[in-house]
C-alpha cells in the first residue's frame, strides 16, 4: 500500500454500534482497505475510519454504507483523498507532524530538514525565544533557524 500521505481516507458514521460493525466488517471484505478504528460520539454516533487508495476507499464506503442502512442508520459517508498530513494525523490520533519533529540538537540537524511551517510550529512551542508572536509568523526560514539554534 502507498504511503499514508498517498492514501485516501474513508469515514462512515452510523446511529449505533451493531450498523458501525456491519459496516466495518463490508468495508474490509469488500476492498483492499485498512480499518484505522472507529470513534464514538454523543447519541450513540460511531464513525469508523479506513485508508488505502482512493478507488478501494470510495468501493469500501460504498459497500460500508449499503451493508449499515440494512441494519441500522447511516448519518453520514466521505472520502477525502489525498488528505493532509494534519487531517490524517487528526482522524488516525498520530502526533501531529510538526509536534513528532525531534528537538534541536547542537548541531541541528534535525530543524534544517524542516519545512517553515514546522520550524514556525516549533517556534511557538519554545518559550525561551528571543522572537515571539508576529515575528515568528513573518519570520522567514533562515531567520527560524537562527532563532531556534540561539
Same mark, same amino acid.
Given at each position: 500500500m502507498a504511503a499514508s500521505g498517498q492514501n485516501?481516507? $474513508?469515514?462512515?458514521e452510523t446511529r449505533g454500534l451493531i450498523a458501525a460493525v456491519e459496516a466495518a466488517d463490508a468495508m474490509v471484505k469488500s476492498s483492499h482497505v485498512t480499518l484505522l478504528g472507529m470513534e464514538k460520539a454523543d447519541a450513540g454516533l460511531i464513525t469508523i475510519l479506513i485508508e488505502g487508495e482512493t478507488a478501494a476507499v470510495q468501493s469500501a464506503v460504498d459497500a460500508g454504507r449499503a451493508a449499515a442502512e440494512?441494519? $441500522?442508520?447511516v448519518v453520514s459517508s466521505h472520502v477525502i483523498p489525498r488528505p493532509a498530513p494534519e487531517v490524517h494525523a487528526m482522524q488516525?490520533?498520530?502526533?501531529?507532524?510538526?509536534?513528532?519533529?525531534?528537538?534541536?540538537s547542537s548541531g541541528g540537524a534535525?530543524?534544517?530538514s524542516m519545512t517553515v511551517r514546522e520550524l514556525r510550529a516549533y517556534a511557538r512551542e519554545q518559550e525561551s525565544l528571543p522572537i515571539k508572536g508576529r515575528e515568528i509568523a513573518r519570520a522567514n526560514r533562515q531567520q527560524l533557524l537562527d532563532a531556534l539554534r540561539g
Open positions: 485516501a481516507l $474513508g469515514m462512515v440494512k441494519v $441500522g442508520q488516525t490520533g498520530d502526533a501531529s507532524p510538526a509536534k513528532s519533529a525531534a528537538a534541536p534535525e530543524i534544517e
